[in-house]
């Protein structure tokens, strides 16, 4: 099967029509096999650091970069890494969104969530950990933007600049810089980030600090366009929130401005907030050019307990300039991961199980992703491209599972689902006899 087929069935089996559907095995792109440099870029989900992970990063002689340790070396073996830091990081900013004395790294008014509030503020620190474990840019328009009001939005852009930190979406009171984008550099290509939100959870917004994805859809893609534009700018990357949570299949909405976006001059898209993982689509623009839209990245780390809220993926791009000086996409992959909690605390593994619950969302993640741009978790990055020479091994195991295709909204439980679909897989047998449940208070705090 050829790249071009092979990348149509991709985009219309992955997001299909109700029933029974199945992803195509590998998504390639035409300029896979094109020589020239090479950029390879690494996005990830949700960065979103409940109330249990802040206790963990603000206890003595820790940090937030206790739960990247797993990772850190595939986000620094990419040439750029993006993340969706999913909250303020405003410092001695109330809940209320008043300046107080600043407490340190210590839980309270200031830093975690009230009590029965997602109102989140991050210790700023949170910043400069992300950056030493291998981030480059971060977006900070999301729906938890303006938790702490006006001057939290503020204060999470000082703590950016303070750790030197590219981020985009946001801006402060008074500033009016010509872009809501920012471009980052890494070995002779140059890169440029569009961040946007579909909400601020109902909280004004009356200084349009925050960029919103259907608002202001004219003026994202009229960015797209003059980023697309400017010679100097060899890429430009969309990443929305956008999306409904706990759904694995895109909206209307997504799918119109993703493709808009694309047929604008992005080259990619990467989206995030379902909390979980949606499908990727291949865009062939009215040119001919190729563009790549991930859906939901989903979480990348935070204390939701659901087995499809555990299950991320690190994903990865990579760019080439063609003997023409354009840069086209050459190849996508992902890595799948997994959020442990355990005694020892939360972390970011990469999910490489066949059993229990770690084996049941990576089995579901294949059968929802392209089974075949599942990448090792191992440096340097091999790419699926399909082209002669090629190192690519193709990771067979666990068998894919569509459960997350036919039943695209996830279960509420916090335990394993063994439904038929996963029995079949697995080849578990259901006990006999009727289990006492057990009550369990479920707390993403």
């Known amino acids: ?18 029933g029974q559907v199945a992803v195509a095995d590998t998504m390639r792109f035409d300029n896979g096999c094109s020589s020239g440099k090479r950029l390879t870029i690494a996005f990830a989900g949700d960065i979103l650091f409940h109330r249990k992970l802040q206790v963990q990063a603000y206890s003595k002689g820790s940090s937030f970069k206790r739960f990247f340790k797993p990772v850190e070396g595939l986000l620094k073996a990419a040439d750029l890494a993006y993340g969706n830091l999913e909250g303020p990081a405003a410092r001695g900013v109330s809940a209320g969104g008043r ?28 910043v400069g950990d992300l950056k030493t474990v291998g981030f480059d840019v971060l977006s900070s328009a999301n729906n938890h933007s303006m938790d702490r009001g006006r001057l939290g939005v503020d204060r999470t852009i000082e703590a950016f600049r303070e750790h030197k930190m590219p981020f985009t979406g946001t801006r402060k ?33 009356p200084k349009k600090q925050v960029l919103h994805c259907y608002r202001q859809t004219e003026q994202i893609l009229k960015e797209i366009r003059q980023l697309k534009a400017d010679p ?13 949570e706990n759904w694995h299949r895109p909206g209307a909405r997504q799918k119109k401005l993703g493709r808009q976006a694309i047929e604008a001059g992005a080259l990619a898209v990467f989206g995030a907030h379902p909390h979980v993982l949606q499908p990727w689509e291949k865009v062939t623009t009215k040119n001919g050019r190729e563009g ?14 659901r087995t499809a809220e555990r299950a991320g993926i690190l994903g990865l791009a990579q760019l080439v300039r063609t003997g023409k000086g354009k840069v086209r996409l050459a190849a996508a992959g992902y890595v799948p991961t997994w959020v ?59 068998r894919a599972d569509t459960y997350w295709v036919r039943n695209p909204k996830s279960p509420k439980s916090g335990s394993g689902q063994h439904n038929r ?23 993403s705090r």
């Open 340 to 398: 442990v909690i355990d005694n020892k605390g939360h972390r970011i593994t990469v999910n490489t199980k066949t059993g229990g619950r770690e084996g049941e969302a990576l089995s579901r993640t294949l059968g929802l992703l392209p089974e075949g741009n599942r990448m090792t978790g191992k440096a340097p990055f091999v790419f699926p491209t399909g082209c002669k020479g090629s190192k690519f091994v193709a990771l067979t195991r666990p």
């Open 99 to 126: 300046a107080v004395k600043d407490p340190g790294k210590r839980m309270g008014a200031v830093y975690g969530a009230p009590l029965k509030s997602l109102s989140f503020n991050f210790h700023p620190s949170v």
């Open 292 to 305: 790549l839209i991930v859906y939901s990245a989903g979480n990348f780390i935070s204390n939701q307990r």
């Open 173 to 205: 009171r008074g500033e009016t810089p010509a872009r809501w984008s920012v471009v980052t550099r890494a070995k002779g290509f140059s890169v440029a980030w569009l961040a946007c939100t579909f909400s601020t959870n109902g909280i004004p917004d």
């Open 1 to 18: 099967m050829n790249a071009r087929l092979s990348a149509a069935l991709a985009t219309v089996l992955a997001l299909g029509m109700p």
């Open 232 to 244: 100097k700018i060899d890429a430009v990357f969309l990443t929305p929130h956008w999306g409904e």
């Open 421 to 443: 679909s996963w029995n079949r897989v697995f080849g578990k047998k259901r006990r006999s006899g009727k289990r006492k449940r057990r009550s369990r208070v479920r707390d």
